[in-house]
């Protein structure tokens, strides 16, 4: 069974950075993938994608400051000069093909001094 693991999720301050990783397990590849992010009584928001050619798509609050990026069966997201806004659970979604996709369990992401 298909299992993704969230991990480098926490608290940091204004202004740093922090890296999230979502491991798939019994994937081989990455087709696309995505990242999004919730806050209490709020919708899912999208934040960053990636097709299957390597295109990115980012949000507009996040666009310069974040990436997106994969390797094999991670999917990775480099969050930097991170501010109080994006403050939020962030979700991975994985696309091994075209027609699945899988969605981590989300991990806290807490900007502030």
């Known amino acids: 069974q298909v299992q993704l693991v969230e991990s480098g999720g926490g608290l940091v301050q204004p202004g740093g950075s922090l890296r999230l990783s979502c491991a798939a397990s019994?994937?081989?590849?990455?087709?696309?993938g995505g990242w999004y992010r919730q806050v209490p009584g709020k919708p899912r928001e999208l934040v960053t994608t990636?097709?299957?050619?390597?295109r990115t798509d980012y949000a507009s609050p996040v666009k310069g400051r974040f990436t997106i990026s994969k390797d094999k069966n991670t999917l990775y997201l480099q969050m930097n000069n991170v501010n109080p806004d994006d403050t939020a659970v962030y979700y991975c979604?994985?696309?091994?093909?075209?027609?699945?996709?899988?969605w981590g369990k989300g991990i806290q992401v807490t900007v502030s001094s």
């Open positions: 019994q994937i081989f590849s990455i087709y696309a």
């Open positions: 979604n994985i696309k091994p093909k075209f027609d699945v996709n899988y």
């Open positions: 990636m097709d299957s050619a390597m």
